[in-house]
């Protein structure tokens, strides 16, 4: 009986279970919008526009969109980018890509085809900081749910791109 | 409006209580399942407010970090995600603790007025309170007599327990108005404590240097019917200067357990107004330089009983427990990932101490005089291998020496066989343990495994593992645990064990909590638990040989529930619990038996609601309810095996308080305890022909305090 019941009060709540805790969309556009002016691209790497893109997560790409406005990044107006998860190459000429929540199964095939690139790679999940990955948003449950970032320089570096010393002071320990 | 919203949560919390009441006058778990699904979809259907209408379109990288996920915190999202250290050895939340955890803050201390810490941890759920003998109170945890060595009290750090027996004396005593929070373990914490924390753990942690930036002090009164119940005075000085911290904290003061006639089970009695004398004094020195800390404290509480063991005596004796605390402890950062803590602490207790010639008709009653020394280093290293990964264990000596003084100095002794026993005028002891915890967090469920061992010269090995699984989904949480808890035999149930034979008693215990944060500004949590207790350690006396004895019986423990929800708005807060045990379908103690009721221990009710509550009326008034119901309890009051019923009992409290009056930190205290005049009864909640104590009668309390701040440096 006892085992019953409470099995019986973790299916009855079960839908709440298969939410896991999320960014908060609005604030993960925020610091990538912030994320610009503490890291330096080459020169010749931008085009016309500076290029967000992100691959899954539609939230994000409206939360990005409504953020980034009439704003500039690098000197340039921003546009925001979907990217198909079966359309790397159009990621090629972003200078941001974001992985958002449920993409990280692809963080692997996409790093490797942009190896060379100057993009700076963002992700929700934390392996990808291993998976050569420059910065990971977290959510830190231990600090009354803020969001921190942790930051991986050497791959931002073999990117060619420049990271401020005080973005690094900002990062959260690995 | 802030009247409309007290009026509503107030009757929503009734319905709240009334449902689980309503469940438990039938079978236990099912309908005890029924309100925990009807609770729960009730708060799903209570809309949370969110704050997407907070700008952050112009917030700097520096602001963001700041920013909570889902905007600015509320008061309660602070209390409820705040990290607490009590139930891991990585400090977690409350709702991320591997442990069922209640938080006391200074300000509902402070509010509701509490006396003492048995007015503050009675408005815990499943916390209760016995007599033990010579007027000493002690702790009941879920239905269980607790007293000896199965709750461990952490002041500060230091183990409070004494080491003769384990036990805690409660009543006019511990720094309640220098209380910075008190974090409970209302469950097993032996994994990470050791043998003093098998029903659970009381840490109470006092203001630091840089909590108090300045200084305070308390004087209260308290009158009852007849004569004073305390006259307190608690001064305190704390600084931060650069990398030191130092506190300084005092306590000195009088009092009486009570002013009610007490009877004894032969009709034997005697007023205690001026007979149960609680006098404490208090210091409590503490000094840190960045990661080294030191901490002194003296506790003596000078308790005069003429209630002694089952007859009343002719007069007064003291009972005195003389304590002193030391601590040394350094965190070493080796990075920011690996941290080691060495931790020596020495404790050298004189408990349950009278020095006093006995007269001749008092021969029940005795001298004792012994202290009790120990020492025990500590080596803790923790490793955060990945930031969802932490890895902590370490191992833990410690020496327990305990030597009779004065007169007679044959006060302990070892059994050489079965029957015959050698006297001793010291015994001493050692233990080593290893302990480990692995805390993994991830996406499905977060993960704490842990275990200790310990060994000891005096009665081997015992062994308590543990596993907790808890998660976070938004606003709910949930928690299930399981493991194992021991309580280590003191020196005096080794000392006085029957037939010279005593193990560890175990319990094993299981526990689910679901939580869920409604709205922005409350909290309710529903808890199940059930445990088993093997092998407790039972305190007898044997009429054939006149002499009282230690033996391990069967089998004990309970199974209930509790349910706790608190809420924190701009006019004030209230916190609101509801426990219940039964011990029916177990193996009860014999001793703990009440004859022809077979779902209670003796002296501890089956439900019992608390209710405690702060309103505020302006920018300094504040009007602040309590009260604690507990339903019918039996004890044995007379010389009969019959045990007496004793009626329901409504604990009624009123407390007034009135800050920076006149001048900016001078505050004002006033207010009554039970109202209603309920003469409370602490009953002794196993079958050793004490009679029940009286506990205060109506008593006006006043308090007076001042603070002052420095500037900071």
């Given at each position: 009986?006892?085992?019953?019941?409470?099995?019986?009060?973790?299916?009855?709540?079960?839908?709440?279970?298969?939410?896991?805790?999320?960014?908060?969309?609005?604030?993960?556009?925020?610091?990538?919008?912030?994320?610009?002016?503490?890291?330096?691209?080459?020169?010749?790497?931008?085009?016309?526009?500076?290029?967000?893109?992100?691959?899954?997560n539609?939230?994000?790409?409206?939360?990005?969109?409504?953020?980034?406005?009439?704003?500039?990044?690098?000197?340039?107006?921003?546009?925001?980018?979907?990217?198909?998860?079966?359309?790397?190459?159009?990621?090629?000429?972003?200078?941001?890509?974001?992985f958002?929540?449920?993409?990280?199964?692809?963080?692997?095939?996409?790093?490797?085809?942009?190896?060379?690139?100057?993009?700076?790679?963002v992700?929700?999940?934390?392996?990808?900081?291993?998976?050569?990955v420059?910065?990971?948003?977290?959510?830190?449950?231990?600090?009354?749910?803020?969001?921190?970032?942790?930051?991986?320089?050497?791959?931002?570096?073999?990117?060619?791109?420049?990271?401020?010393?005080?973005?690094?002071?900002?990062?959260?320990?690995? | 409006?802030?009247?409309?919203?007290?009026?509503?949560l107030?009757?929503?919390q009734?319905?709240?209580?009334?449902?689980?009441?309503?469940s438990?006058?039938?079978?236990?778990?099912?309908?005890?399942?029924?309100?925990?699904?009807?609770?729960?979809?009730?708060?799903?259907?209570?809309?949370?407010?969110?704050?997407?209408?907070?700008?952050?379109?112009?917030?700097?990288?520096?602001?963001?970090?700041?920013?909570?996920?889902?905007?600015?915190?509320?008061?309660m999202?602070?209390i409820?995600?705040?990290?607490?250290?009590?139930?891991?050895?990585?400090?977690?939340?409350?709702?991320?603790?591997?442990?069922?955890?209640?938080?006391?803050?200074?300000?509902?201390?402070?509010?509701?007025?509490?006396?003492?810490?048995?007015?503050?941890?009675?408005?815990?759920?499943?916390?209760d309170?016995?007599?033990?003998?010579?007027?000493?109170?002690g702790?009941?945890?879920?239905?269980?007599?607790s007293?000896?060595?199965?709750?461990?009290v952490?002041?500060?750090?230091?183990?409070?327990?004494?080491?003769?027996?384990?036990?805690?004396p409660?009543?006019?005593?511990?720094?309640?108005?220098?209380?910075?929070?008190?974090?409970?373990?209302?469950?097993?914490?032996?994994?990470?404590?050791?043998?003093?924390?098998?029903?659970?753990?009381?840490?109470?942690?006092?203001?630091?240097?840089?909590?108090?930036?300045?200084?305070?002090?308390?004087v209260?009164?308290?009158?009852?019917?007849?004569?004073?119940?305390?006259?307190n005075?608690?001064?305190?000085?704390?600084?931060?200067?650069?990398?030191?911290?130092v506190?300084?904290?005092?306590?000195?003061?009088?009092?009486?357990?009570?002013?009610?006639?007490?009877?004894?089970?032969?009709?034997?009695?005697?007023?205690?107004?001026?007979?149960?004398?609680?006098?404490?004094?208090?210091?409590?020195l503490?000094?840190?330089?960045?990661?080294?800390?030191?901490?002194?404290?003296?506790?003596?509480?000078?308790?005069?009983?003429?209630d002694?063991?089952?007859?009343?005596?002719?007069?007064?004796?003291?009972?005195?427990?003389?304590?002193?605390?030391?601590?040394?402890?350094?965190?070493?950062?080796?990075?920011?990932?690996?941290?080691?803590?060495?931790?020596?602490?020495?404790?050298?207790?004189?408990?349950?101490?009278?020095?006093?010639?006995?007269?001749?008709?008092?021969?029940?009653y005795?001298y004792?005089?012994?202290?009790?020394?120990?020492?025990?280093?500590?080596?803790?290293?923790?490793?955060?291998?990945?930031?969802?990964?932490?890895?902590?264990?370490?191992?833990?000596?410690?020496?327990?020496?305990?030597?009779?003084?004065?007169?007679?100095?044959?006060?302990?002794?070892?059994?050489?066989?079965?029957?015959?026993?050698?006297?001793?005028?010291?015994?001493?002891?050692?233990?080593?343990?290893?302990?480990?915890?692995?805390?993994?967090?991830?996406?499905?469920?977060?993960?704490?495994?842990g275990?200790?061992?310990?060994n000891?010269?005096?009665?081997?090995?015992?062994?308590?593992?543990?596993?907790?699984?808890v998660?976070?989904?938004?606003?709910?949480?949930?928690?299930l645990?399981?493991?194992?808890?021991?309580?280590?035999?003191?020196?005096?149930?080794?000392?006085?064990?029957y037939?010279?034979?005593?193990?560890?008693?175990?319990?094993?215990?299981?526990?689910?909590?679901?939580?869920?944060?409604?709205?922005?500004?409350?909290?309710?949590?529903l808890?199940?638990?059930s445990?088993?207790?093997?092998n407790?350690?039972?305190?007898?006396?044997?009429?054939?040989?006149?002499?009282e004895?230690?033996r391990?019986?069967e089998?004990?423990?309970?199974?209930?529930?509790?349910?706790?929800?608190?809420?924190?708005?701009?006019w004030?807060y209230?916190?609101?619990?509801?426990?219940?045990y039964?011990?029916?379908?177990?193996?009860i103690?014999?001793?703990?038996?009440?004859?022809?009721?077979?779902?209670?221990?003796?002296?501890?009710?089956?439900?019992?609601?608390?209710?405690?509550?702060a309103?505020?009326?302006?920018?300094?008034f504040?009007?602040?309810?309590?009260?604690?119901?507990?339903?019918?309890?039996?004890?044995?009051?007379?010389?009969?095996?019959?045990?007496?019923?004793?009626?329901?009992?409504?604990?009624?409290?009123?407390f007034?308080?009135?800050?920076?009056?006149?001048?900016?930190?001078?505050?004002?205290?006033?207010?009554?305890?039970?109202?209603?005049?309920?003469?409370?009864?602490?009953?002794?909640?196993?079958?050793?022909?004490h009679?029940?104590?009286?506990?205060?009668?109506?008593?006006?309390?006043?308090?007076?305090?001042?603070?002052?701040?420095h500037?900071?440096?």
């Amino acid at each position: 009986m006892k085992k019953g019941a409470l099995l019986i009060l973790f299916l009855a709540i079960s839908p709440a279970f298969l939410q896991a805790q999320e960014l908060d969309s609005r604030i993960t556009s925020m610091f990538v919008f912030n994320f610009t002016k503490y890291i330096e691209w080459p020169a010749g790497s931008l085009g016309e526009k500076f290029i967000i893109g992100v691959v899954g997560n539609p939230g994000l790409t409206t939360g990005l969109n409504k953020i980034v406005g009439s704003r500039t990044a690098a000197g340039k107006p921003i546009l925001v980018k979907p990217i198909d998860k079966n359309a790397v190459q159009d990621a090629g000429s972003c200078q941001i890509l974001i992985f958002g929540s449920g993409s990280a199964g692809l963080m692997k095939s996409f790093t490797e085809a942009l190896q060379g690139k100057h993009i700076l790679l963002v992700t929700e999940k934390e392996a990808g900081l291993r998976k050569g990955v420059g910065i990971n948003l977290i959510l830190d449950e231990d600090d009354d749910f803020k969001t921190k970032f942790m930051l991986n320089k050497t791959a931002i570096e073999t990117a060619g791109l420049k990271v401020s010393s005080s973005l690094v002071g900002l990062s959260k320990q690995q | 409006m802030n009247c409309l919203s007290f009026v509503y949560l107030y009757a929503r919390q009734r319905i709240y209580l009334f449902m689980l009441f309503f469940s438990f006058t039938h079978s236990f778990m099912k309908h005890c399942l029924l309100s925990s699904l009807f609770i729960l979809f009730l708060c799903s259907s209570v809309q949370a407010q969110h704050t997407d209408t907070l700008s952050i379109e112009n917030l700097s990288l520096e602001e963001l970090l700041k920013l909570r996920s889902t905007g600015v915190s509320s008061e309660m999202e602070k209390i409820i995600n705040e990290k607490l250290g009590v139930a891991s050895k990585k400090p977690l939340s409350i709702r991320k603790s591997p442990s069922i955890v209640s938080v006391i803050s200074e300000d509902e201390i402070r509010k509701s007025g509490a006396r003492d810490l048995v007015d503050v941890l009675r408005q815990v759920p499943g916390f209760d309170f016995g007599v033990d003998v010579q007027g000493v109170v002690g702790f009941a945890v879920r239905g269980n007599w607790s007293h000896e060595g199965k709750v461990l009290v952490l002041l500060d750090g230091q183990e409070m327990n004494e080491t003769l027996y384990g036990t805690v004396p409660l009543g006019n005593n511990f720094p309640v108005q220098q209380i910075k929070r008190i974090e409970i373990i209302r469950g097993p914490g032996s994994a990470i404590y050791g043998g003093y924390a098998e029903y659970g753990v009381v840490n109470i942690i006092t203001k630091s240097g840089e909590d108090l930036n300045g200084g305070s002090l308390d004087v209260v009164y308290g009158q009852m019917e007849k004569t004073f119940a305390r006259r307190n005075v608690y001064a305190s000085w704390g600084r931060k200067m650069g990398g030191w911290k130092v506190s300084l904290a005092g306590l000195i003061g009088q009092g009486n357990r009570s002013d009610r006639t007490y009877t004894d089970i032969d009709t034997g009695s005697f007023d205690m107004a001026g007979n149960s004398q609680f006098n404490p004094s208090y210091a409590n020195l503490g000094v840190s330089y960045r990661n080294t800390s030191v901490r002194i404290i003296y506790d003596r509480l000078h308790l005069t009983t003429r209630d002694g063991y089952v007859a009343v005596l002719s007069k007064p004796y003291d009972n005195n427990f003389t304590n002193y605390y030391a601590e040394l402890r350094h965190d070493w950062k080796v990075n920011d990932k690996f941290i080691i803590t060495p931790r020596f602490n020495f404790k050298s207790q004189t408990g349950w101490n009278n020095q006093q010639t006995i007269l001749l008709e008092d021969s029940s009653y005795s001298y004792n005089n012994k202290t009790a020394n120990r020492y025990r280093f500590n080596l803790t290293a923790s490793y955060d291998i990945t930031h969802n990964l932490n890895l902590t264990g370490g191992g833990e000596f410690f020496n327990d020496y305990a030597v009779a003084r004065g007169a007679d100095t044959t006060l302990f002794q070892k059994y050489v066989n079965d029957s015959v026993s050698q006297p001793l005028a010291s015994v001493s002891y050692q233990n080593y343990a290893a302990f480990v915890q692995c805390l993994w967090r991830n996406r499905v469920v977060n993960i704490t495994l842990g275990a200790r061992y310990d060994n000891s010269s005096a009665f081997g090995g015992a062994f308590v593992p543990r596993i907790g699984l808890v998660k976070n989904v938004q606003k709910f949480n949930f928690k299930l645990l399981f493991g194992y808890s021991f309580r280590a035999p003191a020196i005096e149930n080794i000392s006085t064990a029957y037939r010279g034979q005593m193990r560890p008693e175990r319990s094993r215990t299981l526990e689910f909590e679901a939580g869920r944060q409604i709205g922005r500004n409350s909290y309710l949590t529903l808890s199940l638990f059930s445990f088993t207790t093997l092998n407790p350690i039972i305190y007898f006396y044997e009429e054939v040989t006149d002499r009282e004895f230690y033996r391990n019986r069967e089998q004990g423990g309970s199974r209930g529930v509790e349910v706790e929800y608190k809420v924190k708005q701009t006019w004030g807060y209230l916190s609101a619990n509801y426990a219940f045990y039964s011990v029916a379908g177990q193996t009860i103690v014999p001793e703990y038996q009440i004859g022809g009721i077979n779902n209670l221990n003796l002296a501890f009710p089956a439900h019992k609601i608390n209710v405690n509550a702060a309103y505020r009326l302006g920018d300094h008034f504040s009007i602040n309810p309590s009260a604690s119901f507990m339903s019918v309890r039996y004890g044995l009051a007379t010389n009969d095996t019959v045990a007496t019923r004793f009626n329901p009992v409504l604990l009624l409290n009123l407390f007034l308080t009135y800050d920076h009056l006149l001048t900016e930190g001078l505050s004002l205290g006033a207010g009554c305890y039970d109202v209603l005049g309920q003469n409370f009864q602490f009953i002794q909640p196993y079958n050793s022909l004490h009679a029940p104590l009286p506990g205060p009668s109506r008593e006006f309390v006043f308090r007076l305090s001042y603070r002052f701040q420095h500037t900071k440096l």
